[in-house]
Nanobody, 128 residues
Framework: VQLQASGGGLVQAGGSLRLSCAAS???????????ISWFRQAPGKEREFVSGIWRSTGRTYYGDSVKGRFTISRDNAQNTVYLQMNSLKVEDTAVYYC???????????????????WGQGTQVTVSS
């Protein structure tokens, strides 16, 4: 499984970006049944859960710092997950990673160490 994250860039505070995570090497059926999440890591900080979409249920989860501003969605036909980021803040600046796994449990899926497959990361920089 390979994950390709894209869509990062430089944006002013209050602006928007949409990140994409395209999966290859996985069937559409497996992709649709996988849990796919976004994490971010700022310099000197631990990798932080941002948002996830749970298995085939489509149920979505968000970190407290992004609730109401970010929206995760999945396009199973394209094997792609998106993260729409609105009302960006300077503190959202980080490298954003997407991750995929098929063997997670709900109680621990916000932990980065639980994921087997990771994208390469895309830089998001929010200026004041």
């Amino acid at each position: 499984v390979q994950l390709q994250a894209s869509g990062g860039g430089l944006v002013q505070a209050g602006g928007s970006l949409r990140l994409s995570c395209a999966a290859s090497g996985v069937s559409g059926r497996t992709f649709s049944m996988s849990t796919i999440s976004w994490f971010r890591q700022a310099p000197g900080k631990e990798r932080e859960f941002v948002s996830g979409i749970w298995r085939s249920t489509g149920r979505t989860y968000y970190g407290d710092s992004v609730k109401g501003r970010f929206t995760i969605s999945r396009d199973n036909a394209q094997n792609t997950v998106y993260l729409q980021m609105n009302s960006l803040k300077v503190e959202d600046t980080a490298v954003y990673y997407c991750a995929l796994d098929n063997n997670l449990i709900l109680s621990s899926f916000r932990q980065a160490g639980e994921y087997d497959y990771w994208g390469q990361g895309t830089q998001v920089t929010v200026s004041s």
